[in-house]
């Protein structure tokens, strides 16, 4: 996901802009099996991208820029394969949240 790379959440919509993905758009993450699959290789959680598109939302949310946080992506976090990378959605959610230092309840935004 490119567009985490934004420093903020003004850039991040252009990044996606230039992707040709339109406003809104909703993103799948699978946490645990793209650290299996080597899709993302970061040193922590807090490093993957749906984090900082969160973060980027939270942000836009925060200062009252309610159309520019309409604009940007929603993440929905999924367990993918259970069997097979033995991760349920607790766990997933649970991984995101303490890589946010959130309750689950801020997940939302």
């Known amino acids: 996901m490119a567009a985490a790379g934004a ?3 003004r850039s991040a919509v252009e990044i996606l802009e230039s992707l040709g993905l339109p406003d809104g ?9 793209s650290v299996c699959t ?11 991208p749906a ?14 820029e309610l159309e520019l946080a309409a604009r940007l992506p929603t993440v929905g976090l999924s367990s993918d394969d259970p069997a097979v990378f033995n991760a349920s959605l607790s766990a997933e959610l ?6 946010l230092a959130i309750s689950y309840p801020s997940l939302s935004v």
């Open 7 to 9: 420093t903020s959440a």
């Open 25 to 33: 758009v909703h993103l799948e993450c699978c946490p645990t099996s």
């Open 38 to 48: 080597g899709a993302f290789t970061a040193a922590t959680m807090a490093e993957h």
């Open 51 to 64: 984090i900082a598109m969160h973060a980027l939302k939270t942000q836009a949310v925060e200062s009252g």
């Open 94 to 99: 649970t991984t995101f949240a303490k890589a």
